[in-house]
T-cell receptor, first 118, second 111 residues
Framework: AQTVTQSQPEMSVQEAETVTLSCTYD???????LFWYKQPPSRQMILVIR??????QNATENRFSVNFQKAAKSFSLKISDSQLGDTAMYFC???????????????FGQGTILTVHP | ETGVTQSPTHLIKTRGQQVTLRCSSQ?????VSWYQQALGQGPQFIFQ???????GRGNFPPRFSGLQFPNYSSELNVNALELDDSALYLC??????????FGSGTRLTVV
């Protein structure tokens, strides 16, 4: 079974600075996807960034980038130029590539509460 | 493009009762998944529906059941509610397994 571990229950950062959230996972699969989701107080889970395991290049979405280390099973999220609106709970999640089927189960970590201070 | 809509937003039930939660999937999506998120925890996979059939299930007892309708909307039913069922229930729709879109959830409190 896959497991996802986020070892930082809480993080804080000053506005405009950079912060990195850590995530490790355990799997015996070779093809999978990794995600970072943001959950603000509105409760909706919002996709921040997605990484396909077969791609060596790290994914980037504007101020958000990842450091994907497949051999180490590590997937950290870097937020540059932090903004007050980035304050939220952040979840790392794993999805096994189900190939041609439609079955897919997201496995989430425990989450990291990020607070951006003015 | 409409998003995922869940109803109701909040619900209070008594232990032993039954509850039905509803989810309207995003336009163009054919797969619906349900997750249970206890306070301060990550979401846990309950089950997934595709073509109106359950095609995957997490470690939840049979009193958790669901339906998917021809328009891809879905229901989650929980019988014989227990205090530990108190949680945020999230619905996510997708086109197969590409691009999950989550709703804002239903906060269920069992007293």
């Amino acid at each position: 079974a896959q497991t996802v571990t986020q070892s930082q229950p809480e993080m804080s950062v000053q506005e405009a600075e950079t912060v990195t959230l850590s995530c490790t996972y355990d799997t015996s699969e070779n093809n999978y996807y990794l995600f970072w989701y943001k959950q603000p107080p509105s409760r909706q889970m919002i996709l921040v960034i997605r990484q396909e395991a077969y791609k060596q290049q790290n994914a980037t979405e504007n101020r958000f980038s990842v450091n994907f280390q497949k051999a180490a099973k590590s997937f950290s999220l870097k937020i540059s130029d932090s903004q007050l609106g980035d304050t939220a709970m952040y979840f790392c999640a794993f999805l096994q590539n189900a190939g041609g089927t439609s079955y897919g189960k997201l496995t989430f970590g425990q989450g990291t509460i990020l607070t951006v201070h003015p | 493009e409409t998003g995922v809509t869940q109803s109701p937003t909040h619900l209070i039930k008594t232990r032993g009762q039954q509850v039905t939660l509803r989810c309207s999937s995003q336009s163009g999506h054919n797969t619906v998944s349900w997750y249970q998120q206890a306070l301060g925890q990550g979401p846990q996979f309950i089950f997934q529906y595709y073509r109106e059939e359950e095609n995957g299930r997490g470690n939840f007892p049979p009193r958790f059941s669901g339906l998917q309708f021809p328009n891809y909307s879905s229901e989650l039913n929980v019988n014989a509610l227990e205090l530990d069922d108190s949680a945020l229930y999230l619905c996510a729709s997708s086109l197969h397994n590409y691009g999950y879109t989550f709703g804002s959830g239903t906060r269920l409190t069992v007293v």
